[in-house]
């Protein structure tokens, strides 16, 4: 149906459908299809690079992906475009840049979940329920600590809110890595005393926020 | 002038005595002293409560909104807070008596409602619309407790000043009045909300509350390290990060081997669009030209090689391999595990670029030995492994 436009064309042909409020499922769907082959490659070789992967895999990501550029990925490549042009070259680049996150994301998070639980498989054969339990354990644990991690951010981010310089000279300290007041204060452009007097008062904010927030849930 | 907290409540049962109050005052003036009688008595109480009509009491009702007192109330602990963390001196007392005002709002709203019971012990209980504003008052202010008595630690800078209201409570009154009592002798835990004390205060070992609390809140003491969310690898690809956020991204990567091997995804995964791009420029080259990796295409020229177990371990193996000139490090995952890893020829400089090939993770040390590197393992989320080798 669309083999006579090309990829810009069909492209024009997307925007306008959307613009208009009309489906864009089938041009889209024409375009990504152009597109699949290129991504199953972009694909292959992030997974080349985490050294793990099935085609499986290949054909979820490549679904993510276009499902991404449905809904988001058109008016970003617009506005990147307008913005920083050059940055996005063509919306088939721009649509391989959206592959290529989903894939790093994916395999990024994968990490996260699989490393702490793989075990060896000898083992998981000799003690099948033991390992269930440790399984089970782990995965608790997981959970508890995502969730605590959630709302140390959250906790955070009302400091940023309420105490802006004491949450600036914390994220410098802390989530920065510069662990060290006298860098802190140059960098701030205060006094050495006054960093660690930030850093200080956010410790104790956060500990107030983290306390509100824990008692918060509890309530929920 | 300060005046202290007993003067001030003998102050208002001779105003009460003197009577010429209105009714709200009253009714708080009468909940003050009946709350405290263990050290006031109760004169001019009963005379007061004689003098307050049905119409009185429904009328004071109609104005009451406890709901009120919860803005008022926080802001009360934000300010409490703000007198012990902020600024010392005059700015801290003035925070410090803004907070007690709060903390007495609840407090006259409570010696209010003791009055109204000991008014209908007198007169008979209230009944119809005035009945149900009684019942949503007591309700309001239950409401209010249970949000806010959790908060209680907020109050602990005001705690002097607290523990004086505290005391001159009756008894039987304290339990309830947790803005005045609750934490009311955890002082210790202000100077431990900055910092965790090597040898925690006789106090601090043993009340529950402080324990419970500085043990709820150690991921401040050891706050997760920032990292490369999907949304910074983004802007980081699009060029949107400023040249702050690139110093931060740079200085992470050489000591996160985890995000730094995202910045490598990234570039790997430009090269592949590159390649896709140009396949699509030049169709007619298919045929020569594939999209595979070249390195793994089989029959890809091999040369003899020597090479070098430097560790191994149940969860990887290290391979030093050299080749005519040129040296690489094999990083090899076993048992299914998760690897990381990174390779340092000088201190302070960032990784070398792995490669992800058929035998794991691979190092190009570049040609030219009799040279030392510092290698980095990371297996799973926590374990570390770190050796210099010389190749």
């Known amino acids: ?220 | 002038m300060v005046v202290d907290a007993l003067s001030r409540y003998q102050a208002r049962r001779e105003q009460l005595v003197r009577g010429g109050m209105s009714n709200g005052g009253s009714l708080e003036a009468i909940g003050d002293v009946l709350r405290r009688a263990e050290r006031l008595g109760r004169e001019g109480v009963e005379q007061a409560l004689r003098g307050l009509t049905r119409a009185d009491i429904d009328g004071w009702l109609r104005s009451q909104k406890p709901e009120a007192l919860q803005p008022a109330l926080l802001r009360a602990a934000e300010e409490a807070a703000e007198a012990a963390l902020g600024e010392e001196g005059e700015e801290a007392e003035v925070w410090r008596t803004s907070s007690m005002d709060g903390l007495s709002a609840r407090d006259r709203a409570e010696s209010a409602a003791r009055a109204i019971g000991e008014w209908e012990s007198i007169h008979g209980t209230l009944d119809g619309e005035a009945a149900a504003r009684w019942k949503a008052f007591r309700d309001g202010l239950g409401r209010l407790d249970t949000v806010l008595r959790p908060k209680a630690r907020w109050f602990i800078p005001l705690n002097p000043q607290r523990r004086a209201e505290r005391d001159i409570l009756d008894t039987a009154e304290r339990t309830r009045a947790w803005w005045f009592t609750e934490r009311a002798e955890c002082d210790d835990f202000l100077a431990a909300l900055s910092a965790r004390p090597e040898r925690p205060s006789p106090h601090l070992q043993s009340c529950g509350d402080c324990r419970a609390d500085l043990s709820n809140t150690e991921a401040v003491e050891v706050p997760p390290k920032r990292h490369l969310s999907a949304d910074d690898l983004w802007r980081f690809d699009m060029g949107m990060m400023s040249a702050v956020e690139l110093k931060w991204v740079d200085g992470h990567t050489e000591k996160c081997i985890e995000c730094a091997q995202a910045i490598w995804a990234l570039e790997e995964g430009d090269e592949a669009i590159e390649q896709a791009q140009d396949e699509q420029a030049a169709p007619a080259a298919r045929g020569s030209r594939s999209m595979e990796n070249p390195a793994r295409r089989p029959g890809a020229a091999r040369h003899p090689e020597q090479r070098e177990v430097l560790e191994e371990r149940r969860e990887f193996r290290v391979v030093l391999v050299r080749e005519r000139q040129r040296a690489r490090l094999l990083v090899q995952p076993l048992a299914g595990r998760a690897v990381t890893a990174a390779v340092f020829l000088a201190p302070g400089k960032p990784s070398l670029k792995p490669q992800q090939g058929p035998e794991g993770l691979q190092f190009d040390l570049g040609t030219g030995g009799g040279r030392t590197a510092h290698l980095m393992v990371r297996v799973g989320n926590s374990e570390i492994f770190e050796r210099d080798f010389s190749f």
């Open chain 1, 1 to 220: 149906m669309f083999d006579d436009l090309t990829d810009d064309e069909l492209f024009a042909e997307v925007l306008q459908r959307r613009a208009g409020g009309a489906a864009v499922g089938a041009p889209l769907g024409a375009l990504c299809e152009r597109w699949a082959r290129p991504a199953r490659y972009v694909i292959s070789k992030i997974q080349a690079s985490y050294g793990r992967g099935s085609p499986a895999d290949a054909d979820e990501l490549y679904q993510d992906a276009v499902g991404k550029f449905l809904d988001r990925g058109l008016d970003q490549f617009r506005g990147v475009s307008e913005q920083m042009p050059g940055r996005s070259a063509s919306p088939k680049t721009f649509f391989l840049r959206i592959v290529k996150h989903v894939a790093i994301d994916f395999y990024r998070r994968q990490r996260e979940d699989l490393a702490p639980g793989v075990s060896d498989p000898d083992e998981a054969m000799e003690e099948p329920a033991s390992e269930v339990a440790r399984a089970v354990d782990l995965s608790r644990r997981r959970e508890e600590r995502t969730e605590a991690q959630e709302l140390y951010w959250r906790a955070f981010e009302r400091l940023q809110q309420e105490h802006p310089k004491e949450a600036g000279a914390w994220e410098l300290y802390h989530h920065q890595d510069v662990e060290d007041h006298e860098e802190c204060a140059r960098r701030l452009n205060i006094s050495v005393v006054n960093s660690y007097k930030r850093v200080s008062r956010a410790q104790a904010y956060l500990r107030l926020y983290l306390l509100d927030l824990q008692q918060e849930g509890g309530h929920e």
